[in-house]
């Protein structure tokens, strides 16, 4: 047995130490038990042959695997009644859910009892007494969103989100001159990937609303349940209005009461909680806006018409190989492709009955009106799908 390899770099490089450990062995029977020839032939030293056949002859085929290197005592260990100081400060009341962090931690050690722990040393006690959850890993999260949309009714989770126009080069100076408009809001179903948008001068509540009656109106025409729709939306004052507010915001409101639908909000900086949208405003950047020459409104409008019946009618997605109409008619009873035709607009000229939603109104009744506008307004807009001219040329 003549290894091209020392045994050291044959060690570190073997998946499995303990088979080639077993050939040691072998070989060193074939010896006889001669340990020094043994040593050369597997260019290691004689102490290693001896090490690993004294743990077989005291532990069996158990001796054979790695040990922890870990001290069996450690002199500058923490105390274990500290240990116990830092887990009582972490939760002083096990009934409630709130905890205190490593730096109050520290810093009421040292105002309490006069010990001072560093945060990291804070850290891996509550870590080995299970009061901190590991990180979950990237992979992970993607895992459990995955499972997360499989779960998800198809057109009745949406998430939106308004996207800034200006930053994008090709379009920038038309967005600047306000030739063209600086937002675009964006709906997107989680199951289906189904996704309608429009445009606004401003991102306000009031566009929001408008957007989120628009969007409601249009699903409510082929009978989607609307108390079975939930909207996702992130946390800006343009759907929840001030953080210091003492009431709902008007869109909140508008969605619950007036469309008996649901308003979520997902926790603050986390924007990969609304990942189908935010993902549509990467495609859409990339493939309508830094291609398409865009210099007025009603270019853009036409256009952005084009895109809408392409993505949802004919872009095949690129891990589900299908189209999101072919997702709808295969997760839903609907069979009209004119749920696809939901045509783009300037949302800061829509009507909208009484914004304001002041307390002499009843909100239902005020909604109801809104609802109708909208179908009216439209309806004006929109061709039927067997005449889409899909070049767009005139959409008026």
Not at 112 to 133: Q, Y
Not at 136 to 150: P, V
Not at 202 to 213: K, L, W
Request: proline share 5%; glycine share 6%.
């Amino acid at each position: 047995m003549s290894p091209i390899e020392p045994y050291a770099e044959r060690i570190n490089d073997s998946k499995d130490p303990t088979l080639f450990r077993t050939k040691i062995l072998e070989r060193l029977r074939i010896n006889n038990g001669n340990v020094t020839k043994t040593a050369l032939e597997l260019r290691t030293t004689p102490k290693t042959i001896r090490k690993w056949r004294d743990r077989v002859q005291r532990f069996g085929d158990t001796g054979l695997r790695n040990r922890s290197r870990k001290p069996h005592h450690s002199p500058n260990s923490t105390p274990g009644y500290i240990k116990k100081m830092v887990i009582q400060i972490r939760n002083p009341n096990p009934k409630l859910k709130t905890t205190i962090g490593q730096d109050r931690i520290q810093t009421m050690l040292e105002e309490k009892a006069g010990i001072h722990l560093s945060t990291a040393t804070i850290h891996k006690i509550l870590a080995f007494a299970g009061l901190i959850k590991p990180r979950k890993k990237k992979i992970q999260k993607k895992r459990e969103i995955t499972e997360y949309r499989k779960q998800a009714k198809a057109l009745r989770l949406w998430q939106v989100d308004p996207k800034d126009l200006s930053d994008i080069p090709n379009i920038f100076f038309p967005v600047y001159q306000k030739r063209l408009p600086r937002y675009q809001y964006g709906a997107r179903d989680v199951k289906t990937a189904a996704t309608f948008f429009a445009y606004a001068y401003e991102r306000s509540i009031t566009n929001s609303m408008r957007f989120g009656a628009l969007l409601l109106s249009h699903l409510s025409k082929y009978g989607i349940p609307l108390e079975e729709i939930t909207i996702q939306t992130d946390n800006g004052a343009e759907f929840i209005g001030s953080i210091y507010a003492w009431a709902d915001s008007g869109f909140s409101v508008m969605i619950e009461k007036g469309y008996g639908a649901k308003h979520n909000t997902i926790p603050v900086a986390t924007p990969r909680f609304n990942g189908c949208i935010e993902s549509f405003n990467g495609l859409v950047e990339s493939e309508f806006y830094d291609v398409e020459e865009l210099t007025e409104e009603r270019n853009l409008l036409n256009k952005a018409y084009t895109y809408s019946l392409y993505f949802n009618l004919d872009r095949i997605g690129s891990k589900n190989k299908t189209t999101p109409w072919e997702r709808v008619v295969a997760n839903t009873d609907i069979r009209d492709p004119t749920i696809m035709d939901f045509c783009p607009v300037i949302l800061d000229e829509l009507p909208l009955y009484d914004c304001s939603l002041t307390s002499g109104y009843d909100v239902c009744d005020e909604f109801k009106k809104l609802h109708s506008l909208l179908l009216l307004y439209s309806g004006r807009l929109k061709w039927n799908i067997k005449e889409i001219n899909w070049n767009a040329q005139k959409r008026y």
